[in-house]
C-alpha cells in the first residue's frame, strides 16, 4: 500500500502537469494573436494604454494608484508576450514607427 507521502508527490506532480498544460495553452494563444498583424496592433495599443513604458505617478494618490494598477496588467502581458515570442516586441515596435512614418508621410503629401 502506498504511503501518504508518496499520494501527495504524485498529486503534486498531477498538479504541476496540470498548470504546466493550462500555461502553454495562454502561451499559444497569445502566439496565434501575435502572429496576425492586426492582433501585434492590438496588443500594442493595449501596452500603450497600460502606462508600460511611463510613470504611474499622477496628481493624487487615487489616480498613481489607478495608473499602476494599468501598468501591472500591462507587465503581466508583456511577460507572457515575452515568454510566447521574444522577438514579437520588437517586430511590434517596429511596425509601429512604420505605420507612424507612412502616416507623415501621407499627412505631408496631403498638405
Known amino acids: 500500500m502506498k ?17 504546466k498544460q493550462e500555461r502553454d495553452r495562454e502561451l499559444n494563444d497569445l502566439r496565434y494573436v501575435v502572429k496576425n498583424p492586426g492582433g501585434r496592433r492590438f496588443l500594442w495599443r493595449l501596452l500603450s494604454a497600460c502606462g508600460v513604458y511611463r510613470s504611474s505617478i499622477a496628481g493624487t494618490p487615487e489616480a498613481t494608484y489607478t495608473n499602476e494598477g494599468k501598468r501591472l496588467i500591462g507587465l503581466a502581458i508583456l511577460n507572457d508576450l515575452n515568454a510566447a515570442l521574444p522577438t514579437a516586441l520588437l517586430q511590434m515596435q517596429q511596425e509601429h514607427e512604420s505605420d507612424l512614418e507612412a502616416r507623415q508621410t501621407n499627412n505631408a503629401q496631403e498638405e
Open 3 to 19: 504511503d501518504r507521502d508518496q499520494d501527495d508527490h504524485e498529486d503534486q506532480k498531477r498538479i504541476q502537469q496540470l498548470q
